[in-house]
């Protein structure tokens, strides 16, 4: 049996109803300036540039499903913090510590989680995985 591409691009989009924007700081924090007062690090104004912006996802990472536990086993579960952002394989391939901003939503009946819309999310690891039509990537949460 074929692998119909079509057709999981067609299941895929509809779960990719998230206006999505990628942030890159290209210098990183080589162009941050030291506030002697403070001693911190400060960034320059504006110091991040938008990459990407289009259609994606949000959203978290599944918890394993629930089993009864071997004797003396010990459980590990993913932090609350930890989301996946779903992007298009067409998206610029994203890095370590780009900022993903969901901007807004795209289906009629209002977005998918309210909550997620003007929230940040640093890029965690550059990509869990890429199939024919999506790359995952997994994100944590900033503010």
Known sequence: MAFDVDGARRVVDRIMDDKLEVW???AGRTDDVLDESTG???????????????????????????????????????PTTDYQAVLPVGAPVVRRDDVIRVAGSVRPEGPRDPQLVGRRFRVSDKAVGSYSVVRLVRVQVID
Request: net charge negative; charged share 25%; aromatic share 2%.
């Open 24 to 26: 890159r700081d290209s």
């Open 40 to 78: 911190r690090l400060v960034p320059p104004a504006p110091d991040e540039e938008l990459v990407w912006d289009g259609l994606g996802a949000v959203m978290p990472i599944s918890r394993p499903s629930l089993t009864q536990p071997v004797e003396g086993s010990v459980t590990v579960e993913p």
